[in-house]
């Protein structure tokens, strides 16, 4: 019974370490600034909307909402496409030299991001997109690990309903949306949430790709907000943290268990 | 309506049979063709944006360019003998070594701590396990922004926690002692669960049978641990390490938002050093030597461990 008690104390312990941070920036952000700079710490704020009408005085927070939501909107469509149409082709589709195209697929995943970043830059220079949705987006839409997570689905699916729906003369890209992707909801919605939080937590490259503050995202926002406010205005940086992390702590709140399954599968297949 | 009726030139069998072939064949090409169609766009960019840069890569580190000039100017290996010779390369490669080092045991030990504790028959264990791993999915500017206030040695949440001890709490990320181990906190604050996950999903799917058979043999908790779980959660130890390795060798947002590589180069890592290179100090040859290098340290990190693992890890 005593080791009960030390387990739940632990457990406990552990739930106040992960919770304790996003309290801190909770509470902080609906704090009044005399509230911010008092010691010993206020734990229970008075609230106040200040913060947020400040941080948006500061920098213009409703314009990097709007990129960072068509950033990843857009981006995670296009990718989640290539995904799944690769997918579809490599599943059930012939062409010579299929396994090496394949291998060239998996293989972009042996690529650390962080190398390719001023090629890119050069490249995305060339093609005239810095500062652009276009080479805010584009550079990101290639599937490696999706398309592999995919296929692998797809493999599994009984090969008895796809030859059906040929027999009744559905063409490919009918059974893929009519019969297919029906069958892989679950795996879908997985693919879909991890590359949507992906795309809005992107940091290095939309900083590198970007110039102006019309065109950044809510992170790399955030960065130039902090740079910009420094230490003296701790509840204004707080309320633009809230902007950024809320809308993700939503969708992990709503769409939890397809994020960590799709991430437990990954792990102990891969 | 008139049905014409051909006079039949070959054999009606016969004639069946080539139709048969040249639909078959019609039907490949149509096949391929889609088959092209479908994969095109996405090895289009996997080619542009994730193999071509490596080639790039290699050509610009020959060179020497400051991305402004009309074009690179070739010094053949000479930006890898500077790079290779520099005591300023060595502490960054050094500091990248420790960063990792500490990021990695950390993750693995407390990952499978937590792992065994949300695999005792605890109520909320569930609801904890989620708690632990939210951070994981959440933007790492963001993340990295609330614990710059946690470490504010005025007001911030650290000063609370370390005042009632009687010690005086440090100015974290000013600090050249104190920059490097903030950092590697805030990675395994947001990374820890991750791996308490992946290790928890290990766990439950081990076979139940041989730990029992050794329980009723009188083994102990902790041999069971060590000759047991240990063994078989092998595979998913090398899945961790390798993953937590190439993850934290590219570990950037967290060190833009809270030291800038600083104070001074206490926080320089291998990817601050490549950005710092490539976009604040604009030479191209220097930047793609780094990235090169990177390249091939992780290409060598994940070739060996795979070989070593291929002969160790305890495959079921």
């Known amino acids: 019974m005593k080791t009960r008690a030390i387990q739940y104390v632990v457990l406990i312990g552990v739930a106040a370490v992960f919770l304790g941070p996003l309290y801190w920036l909770l509470s902080t952000a609906f704090k009044q600034p005399t509230q911010i700079y008092q010691w010993p710490p206020a734990w229970w704020p008075h609230l106040t909307w200040e913060n947020f009408s400040l941080a948006w005085k500061a920098a213009p927070f409703d314009r990097f909402f709007l990129n960072s939501t068509i950033i990843t909107v857009i981006g995670t469509a296009l990718k989640v496409v290539n995904a799944v149409l690769t997918a579809y082709a490599f599943a059930y589709l012939r062409f010579p030299f299929k396994k090496i195209l394949f291998f060239a697929v998996l293989g972009a995943m042996m690529v650390p991001g962080h190398v390719t970043l001023l090629p890119n830059y050069l490249t995305v220079a060339t093609l005239g997109w810095i500062n652009t949705y276009a080479g805010l987006i584009i550079p990101g839409i290639g599937s490696a690990f999706a398309t592999f997570l995919m296929r692998q689905h797809f493999l599994t699916l009984p090969t008895e309903v796809t030859d059906a729906a040929a027999v009744d003369g559905a063409g490919h890209l009918r059974t893929l949306w009519r019969v297919v992707l029906p069958m892989s909801r679950p795996m879908l919605i997985t693919v879909v949430v991890i590359t949507a939080v992906e795309e809005w937590n992107n940091f290095v490259w939309p900083l590198i790709v970007t110039n102006t503050a019309s065109m950044r995202t809510l992170p790399v926002g955030l960065l130039i907000l902090k740079d910009e406010e420094g230490l003296a205005a701790w509840g204004t940086i707080m309320a633009g943290t809230l902007l950024v992390l809320a809308p993700m702590l939503l969708i992990f709140l709503i769409a939890q268990r397809y994020i960590v399954g799709g991430i437990t599968a990954g792990a102990l297949k891969g | ?316």
Do not use: C
């Not at chain 2, 710059?148 to 370390?162: K, S, V």
């Not at chain 2, 076979?207 to 959660?233: C, H, M, Q």
């Open chain 2, 1 to 316: 309506m008139t049905v014409v009726d051909l006079p039949a030139r070959t054999h009606p069998d016969e004639r069946t049979i080539a139709d048969g072939n040249d639909q078959r064949k019609r039907r490949r090409r149509r096949e391929y063709g889609l088959f092209a169609l479908l994969v095109a766009p996405n090895l289009l960019v996997i080619a542009v944006f994730a193999y071509w840069p490596i080639i790039y890569n290699a050509f610009l580190s020959l060179t020497d360019w400051n991305m402004i000039a009309a074009r690179p100017k070739f010094v053949g290996l000479a930006n890898y003998g500077r790079t290779l010779t520099d005591p300023a390369f060595h502490k960054t490669l050094w500091i990248t070594v420790v960063f990792t080092g500490l990021i990695v045991v950390g993750s693995l030990v407390i990952g499978l701590a937590l792992a065994f504790l949300f695999n005792l028959p605890l109520k909320g264990r569930g609801a904890v396990r989620t708690i632990a791993f939210a951070p994981h999915i959440l933007s790492g500017a963001a993340v990295a922004t609330i614990w710059a206030f946690i470490f504010d040695p005025g007001y911030g949440l650290m000063r609370a926690l370390i005042e009632p001890f009687g010690a005086e709490p440090p100015d974290w990320m000013n600090s050249s002692d104190w920059a490097l181990p903030g950092l590697v906190i805030v990675y395994l604050w947001k990374n820890v669960g991750f791996a308490a996950l992946i290790y928890l999903a290990g766990l439950q799917s081990l076979p139940k049978e041989l730990d029992e058979a050794a329980a009723i043999d009188g083994a102990s908790t902790w041999t069971r641990f060590r000759s047991i779980k240990l063994p078989l959660l092998a595979p998913i130890t090398f899945f961790l390490l390798i993953t937590t390795v190439i993850g934290t060798f590219q570990a950037f947002d967290v060190i833009a938002v809270m030291t800038g590589g600083g104070p001074g180069d206490a926080t320089t890592t291998l990817s601050w050093s490549i950005y710092n290179e490539g976009f604040q100090a604009f030479n191209a040859g220097r930047a793609a030597t780094l990235s090169i290098i990177m390249f091939v340290i992780l290409l060598v990190v994940t070739t060996v461990q795979a070989r070593v693992m291929e002969r160790r890890v305890h495959y079921r």
